[in-house]
């Protein structure tokens, strides 16, 4: 037993180098959010800066600590690369992988049925996206993980019992340094759902919960009285407020505060997952009318309490709810291995069916739509490289089916996102200039060369700062600050914008076309423009002053 589980998790852990690892220094950090991670850690770390966030030279206060401390940490290991930056998201979503092969492990006592498991959500096109990008979400997550993992096993096995239940107030503590109070609240909420179901919520009245309570406090307080005495209200407003209690109650993003925005997430992130998931989701709750094992109402309570809490906020955003994907992949790996253990293969061949059927049309409709997209692409090589392995992907699944090798061929299938990865590697130069700023930035001066504040659409903003370390302005008439407000100037009136552009010799700007078009239409006569590079859709300029004759 003992073998097979090196065995599996060495397995894992490769396929983690390849889907976390692999091709993270391809593309430079990205907009808006990759490069507000990395120049907070970037300004700490100049500033010698520990306790802190800064961006644009100024104390922010969005999120606690601990992410920008391992990006500091990984700037010191690997130099300051995309690749660093991108490196401790990667190494927390391999061990969120082998966590869940653990838990499947300790509550399912199956071999296979953990195996599944993490294999799911090591595949899963969300959560591997996730693991690739630079957020606070795939650590606070994994952290979370963990500390369900411990009172599982705390729980259910009494040699562990108080380990258990210290590893878990230990890991709400480092996701409270992650993202904030939500970091106890996830956990402990699934807990109590889960005992109240049981009949157990006794067992918080246990000293060691206690004890780890108080634990968990000590080592997750301390960062917060400390900013609330240094900064005061300040923080107070921008933390509390601003960054928690207002995503609940408005929208940050519009767009996404719909009822069904969270349920097509969690079906379409767990691609190439997603039917599977939705069968066994139907399959848990058909079948909860007779007694079910306590593990799937731990995993149904984990996705409830996840899903409720940010459904109830009008701010929503898909990497909100990353923390119940671990659940569903376990529920997804369960049912998967049920069918086959009792040779129910009907279900699960009309799934593949489907499946298949979906990567034929999947593999068809990117040369069909080339037309639209072509600008962002350099040839048609990559489209008919995906088109071809998408194909040849179903193809062998499609045998393997008809001669009954169900289990070979769904594994298959699981390794969907392999071709759609590696087209991305070859078409990354090509895409880059339209999600990064660092293309544009070679064309304006550094800080070292020339000291200016550069002009910039609204979006751009973070990422001129990392690339520059130039001070920037955003033009965005008729528009306010940040959700977040930045420390920067906003010209959002027709004066502001022309102060600004007076009160430099010559300005750099880096704009979107329709900005641009904006000050050529309106300021010709009083400003030459020259355009340095065109990077994607994006105008870098240089304007100077018309001085009159």
């Known amino acids: 037993m003992n073998q097979l589980v090196l065995k599996r998790s060495a397995t894992l852990l490769l396929l983690c180098i390849f889907f976390f690892f692999l091709g993270n220094n391809l593309a430079h950090l990205t907009d808006p959010d990759e490069v507000f991670y990395a120049q907070t850690a970037k300004e700490m770390a100049s500033r ?50 082998l966590a869940v092969y653990i838990l499947g492990l300790l509550g399912f006592g199956s071999q296979p049925k953990a195996f599944w498991s993490a294999f799911i959500l090591c595949t899963a096109g969300f959560y591997v996206g996730m693991g690739k990008t630079v957020f606070t979400d795939m650590i606070f997550a994994v952290f979370i993980l963990y500390a369900l993992l411990s009172f599982y096993l705390g729980v259910y096995n009494s040699a562990y019992k108080v380990k258990g239940i210290i590893a878990f107030y230990f890991f709400t503590a480092l996701a409270v340094l992650t993202k904030g109070p939500l970091g106890l609240f996830i956990p402990l909420g699934i807990v109590v759902i889960f005992l109240l179901y049981r009949r157990q919520l006794s067992l918080l009245t246990d000293r060691w919960f206690m004890v780890g309570f108080v634990f968990c406090l000590s080592i997750a307080l301390p960062w917060y009285v400390n900013m609330i005495n240094q900064y005061g209200q300040a923080f107070i407003h921008e933390f509390f407020y601003n960054d928690h209690w207002r995503r609940i109650i408005q929208a940050e993003h519009k767009g996404n505060d ?57 701010s929503k955003l898909s990497s909100y709810i990353l923390p119940m994907f671990p659940a569903l992949a376990l529920l997804t790996g369960n049912f998967i291995e049920e069918k086959l253990e009792t040779l129910e293969h009907s279900m ?53 089916l008809v001669k009954q090798r169900i289990r070979q061929a769904v594994m298959l ?92 010799p010559e300005t750099f700007a880096i704009l979107k076309q329709s900005h641009y078009e904006y000050l050529k239409e309106n300021y010709a006569s009083d400003f030459q423009f020259r355009i340095l590079k065109v990077s994607g859709r994006n105008y870098v300029l240089k304007i100077a002053s018309i001085k009159p004759s």
């Open 48 to 97: 010698h800066q520990c306790l802190t966030p800064y961006i644009f030279n100024q104390p922010q206060f969005e999120k606690p600590p601990l992410t920008y401390w391992f990006i500091k940490l990984a700037f010191v290991m690997f130099g300051q690369t995309s690749f660093a930056a991108r490196f401790f998201p990667a190494v927390f979503a391999s061990l969120g992988v």
């Open 258 to 314: 719909h009822f069904f925005f969270y349920p097509l997430t969690m079906i379409g992130g767990m691609f190439p997952w997603s039917l599977f998931l939705i069968a066994a989701l139907v399959n848990l709750f058909k079948r909860l009318k007779w007694p079910v094992k306590p593990f799937e109402y731990f995993l149904l309570s984990w996705i409830l309490v996840v899903f409720v809490i940010f459904q109830v906020a009008h």
């Open 348 to 400: 699960i061949k009309k799934l593949s069916y489907v499946l298949i059927g979906f990567l034929v049309a999947f593999s068809i409709a990117p040369v069909a739509a080339y037309k639209a997209y072509r600008f962002y692409l350099p040839s048609l090589v990559p489209v008919y490289w995906l088109s071809a392995s998408l194909l040849a992907l179903a193809g062998i699944s499609l045998t393997l």
């Open 413 to 504: 299938l699981g390794f969907s996102l392999v071709p759609i990865l590696l087209t991305a590697f070859m078409v990354i130069s090509s895409l880059e200039p339209h999600v990064s700023m660092y293309e544009a930035c070679l064309y304006v001066p550094s800080a070292a060369m020339h000291k200016t504040i550069i002009l910039t659409s609204k979006p751009y903003a973070r990422g001129i700062r990392y690339y520059t370390d130039q001070g920037v302005a955003v033009m965005d008439l008729n528009g306010t600050n940040y959700f977040s407000p930045h420390p920067i100037p906003i010209l959002n009136t027709k004066e502001k914008l022309l102060a600004f552009l007076k009160s430099q």
